[in-house]
Nanobody, 114 residues
Framework: QVQLVESGGGLVQAGGSLRLSCAAS????????MDWYRQAPGKQRELVAR???????NYADSVKGRFTISRDNGKNTVYLQMNSLKPEDTAVYYC????????WGKGTLVTVSS
């Protein structure tokens, strides 16, 4: 049984930084894709950053240059370093993995105050 558990969310002022973590548990878990999505109030869930098994990364235009996704395969953990945060980054951030099927974490709330 695969579980994804996010941590690191919280309240931060505009211009600040946060680092989100997503720890994956489960035997032989080797996803093709691990990524971060977010969902702001009243909006659809959107892809923020993606890390593929081929170690390529993709970012939403709105976060390029500010967010960095990284992965520690030894710990089966993916991170999202978020710098220069803006109020429009406020959302629930979800970890997602694709390994035969989709796996989702329960989300962690990031609130950026102006």
């Amino acid at each position: 049984q695969v579980q994804l558990v996010e941590s690191g969310g919280g309240l931060v002022q505009a211009g600040g930084s946060l680092r989100l973590s997503c720890a994956a548990s489960g035997s032989f878990f080797s996803p093709n894709i691990m990524d971060w999505y977010r969902q702001a109030p009243g909006k659809q869930r959107e892809l923020v950053a993606r890390f593929t098994r081929g170690r390529s990364t993709n970012y939403a235009d709105s976060v390029k240059g500010r967010f960095t996704i990284s992965r520690d395969n030894g710990k089966n953990t993916v991170y999202l370093q978020m710098n220069s945060l803006k109020p429009e980054d406020t959302a629930v951030y979800y970890c997602h993995a694709l390994w035969g099927t989709d796996y989702w974490g329960k989300g962690t709330l990031v609130t950026v105050s102006s």
